[in-house]
């Protein structure tokens, strides 16, 4: 497991690693990339403002550390989000979970 903890001006930084862990942990292409992989990573991030996109792949878990939810904001235009994992229909709903993101 992976643990990175961000603090406001890590903008550079966080969106490389944000990148990086997507390119093996989620995705669609190819489809459900990730799904199965061995790798975990946490992504932490201290109060403040960040201007980079997170996207949350499989077992990966996103966590504000302030004490209130508006003590970690997300300025990009995406922030923090998830694409639904699969594009085939039968699959449904289960490829969004083993993704978390709190704040």
């Given at each position: 497991?992976?643990?990175?903890?961000?603090?406001?001006?890590?903008?550079?930084?966080c969106a490389s690693v944000a990148?990086?862990?997507?390119?093996?942990?989620?995705?669609?292409?190819?489809?459900?990339?990730?799904?199965?992989?061995?790798?975990?990573?946490?992504?932490?991030?201290?109060?403040?403002?960040?201007?980079?996109?997170?996207?949350?792949?499989?077992?990966?878990?996103?966590?504000?550390?302030?004490?209130?939810?508006?003590?970690?904001?997300?300025?990009?235009?995406?922030?923090?989000?998830?694409?639904?994992?699969?594009?085939l229909p039968t699959i449904g709903?289960?490829?969004?979970?083993?993704?978390?993101?709190?704040?």
């Amino acid at each position: 497991a992976s643990v990175h903890v961000f603090s406001p001006g890590d903008d550079a930084a966080c969106a490389s690693v944000a990148a990086s862990i997507f390119s093996t942990n989620g995705g669609k292409v190819p489809t459900n990339h990730g799904q199965f992989v061995s790798s975990r990573h946490a992504l932490l991030f201290k109060p403040g403002a960040y201007s980079c996109a997170v996207p949350v792949g499989f077992y990966t878990q996103v966590l504000g550390l302030g004490s209130s939810p508006d003590d970690v904001v997300f300025t990009d235009s995406k922030g923090v989000y998830s694409e639904q994992g699969a594009a085939l229909p039968t699959i449904g709903a289960l490829d969004s979970f083993w993704r978390s993101a709190e704040n």
